[in-house]
């Protein structure tokens, strides 16, 4: 009977032992405005985009961000309005993706908690904002950008 009580223990101990921790995944959802005008005010930046990507490649982008602009197109010019890339290293490096809604809301679901580099491409504005995010186990980050129109045309984009 000790023997069978004691196997049982062991095997129970040996089975929580080796269990594997499940971190279930988070969310990103981000509304994305712009200024419109002062009779208008805020409007839905539909068709915006958000990237998410990893840090390392954000750190990166955000050290080479002086010296280009993001178009809402995807591709990057420099400040002679020549086009550098055309949205290749933005396009391909990313992780996760998405476009604003009619609401002007874009949503990531099942991101694996974690630190991560997101940019936001306005499509009613010539500009884009860089942010650096944490996405926790089982929880939703809500995000707000409103692009002004006064930052439109800086090399480093406009702050989150």
Known sequence: MRKITFSIILVATLFSACKKELKEPG????TITYFYNNFFGYRNDVGAKIFVYDPAVGKQMHLDSM?????????????????????????????????????????????????YFILAASKGRFT??????????GETLHLTKNFGYLFEWLPQGESW
């Open 27 to 30: 969310a990103i959802e981000v």
């Open 128 to 137: 884009y904002s860089t942010k650096n995010i944490e996405v926790l186990p």
């Open 67 to 115: 010296s280009v602009i993001f178009a809402r197109i995807g591709a990057i010019y420099d400040r002679n309005g020549k086009i550098i890339d055309k949205g290749e290293f933005l396009e391909t490096r990313y992780l996760f993706t998405a476009e604003a809604n009619a609401s002007g809301v874009a949503h990531i679901g099942n991101v694996p908690p974690g630190k």
